[in-house]
């Protein structure tokens, strides 16, 4: 070999050498990388959202939602041990425990035994929680994430395990769950024993007030929008987000937009189209939020589809829409997913609707 082929080999070596090298420091570091995790989650969950649902709310909106801020969607099977048609403790359960029972329970597998919620994890590893919704507080889906019990509608059983959960935020519906009770036991003396601020009005809490509150708005459930509830639900959700977000540790916040499912069974496109609208702007809030903070991952589902919805005919630029229904029950279809923030591609793609549970606490490691 000659001297010239020598140095030319030499220097192919070290060339090679330090691809080598920076293959392996690129490895290296990709390997010490960590996909951005949140320290908060939002779920928002439209009970008996389907995509007509949201489709119809829309087309009424003029073409466009806050929902379509959501960066990745994915689809749950809603099925539930029992029966392929879910109902809302069964489909609730499985997102706030990752185990399905059978319609009818709350957070109970289906031998009724006791199953622990994200929730109540959130609260072991010192994040603050909280629960909104439109219906009582006692709710199937609420009641879900703190409540056990084998029948949804034991509602005086359910509020008592409220009052021994530790939320720092509750604001719903049911007082006469916590108040007039058979037993004649007063839960909301016992709130404020625990330090809570009880009032029936957002407008009730200070703006400095620290600690717990329970905003109880209605003795059974809150007035649907076409009559009367104005915009509580967007401004509850906003106030949840700022008073939880002082924690340092994280908070999750579970909100439910309870009355689209009442107005698909009622099977009223004009009951439909103002809950889902006022739905997806208490949504547009929790995004604003996402956006700012950029540790706060937003999740948008439903439980089911309720009423077979199909639209028939509608127009962007008016906001008219014609719906027609199926059913007056809910019906076995998948459910889309929608996320925004950090571990949102994470709900990309099908799934069980007890995955939801698993990606929740996986990203804000408390499994």
């Given at each position: 070999m000659t001297t010239s082929s020598k140095h030319s080999a030499s220097r192919l070596a070290m060339v090679g050498l330090i691809i080598f090298v920076i293959a392996i420091s690129c490895t290296t570091d990709r390997s010490k990388r960590r996909e951005p995790k949140p320290r908060n989650i939002v779920l928002m969950l439209g009970d008996g959202m389907g995509v007509a649902q949201i489709y119809a709310g829309m087309t009424a909106n003029g073409g466009h939602l806050s929902l379509e801020g959501c960066t990745y969607v994915g689809f749950q099977k809603t099925y539930s041990a029992s029966s392929y048609i879910t109902d809302s403790g069964a489909s609730a359960t499985a997102m706030a425990t990752g185990r399905k029972t059978h319609n009818g329970a709350i957070a109970v597998d289906t031998s009724g035994h006791r199953l622990?919620?994200?929730?109540?994890?959130?609260?072991?590893?010192?994040l603050s929680t909280g629960l909104v919704a439109t219906s009582t507080i006692t709710h199937a889906t609420p009641a879900s994430f703190v409540a056990h019990n084998p029948d949804r509608g034991k509602y005086e059983e359910i509020a008592l395990d409220f009052a021994g959960a530790g939320l720092e935020v509750i604001i719903g519906g049911g007082r006469n769950h916590f108040s007039e009770r058979e037993d004649g036991l007063d839960l909301i003396a016992q709130f404020r024993g625990n330090g809570y601020l009880v009032t029936d009005r957002i407008e009730g809490v200070e703006p400095g007030h620290q600690g717990p509150i329970a905003i109880f708005t209605d003795s059974l459930p809150m007035p649907p929008v076409l009559k009367g509830r104005?915009?509580?639900?967007?401004?509850?959700?906003?106030?949840?987000?700022?008073?939880?977000?002082v924690n340092e540790k994280g908070f999750f916040l579970m909100v439910e937009g309870s009355q689209i499912d009442w107005a698909c069974h009622d099977n009223n496109?004009?009951?439909?189209?103002?809950?889902?609208?006022?739905?997806?702007?208490?949504?547009?809030?929790?995004?604003?939020?996402?956006?700012?903070?950029?540790?706060?991952?937003?999740?948008?589902?439903?439980?089911?589809?309720?009423?077979?919805?199909?639209?028939?005919?509608?127009?962007?630029?008016?906001?008219?829409?014609?719906?027609?229904?199926?059913?007056?029950?809910?019906?076995?279809?998948?459910?889309?997913?929608?996320?925004?923030?950090?571990?949102?591609?994470?709900?990309?793609?099908?799934?069980?609707?007890?995955?939801?549970?698993?990606?929740?606490?996986?990203?804000?490691?408390?499994?």
């Open positions: 622990k919620t994200i929730i109540e994890m959130a609260e072991e590893a010192g104005g915009d509580l639900l967007p401004r509850a959700t906003e106030m949840a987000i700022g008073r939880l977000a496109t004009e009951y439909l189209v103002s809950e889902m609208i006022d739905f997806d702007v208490a949504i547009g809030k929790a995004i604003d939020f996402a956006r700012k903070n950029r540790e706060t991952l937003v999740i948008v589902t439903g439980d089911h589809e309720t009423g077979a919805l199909a639209i028939e005919n509608g127009h962007m630029e008016s906001g008219e829409v014609s719906g027609l229904f199926g059913s007056e029950g809910h019906t076995g279809v998948m459910i889309p997913v929608f996320a925004y923030g950090p571990g949102a591609e994470k709900f990309a793609g099908i799934y069980e609707n007890t995955d939801i549970f698993d990606k929740m606490a996986g990203l804000l490691d408390l499994d």
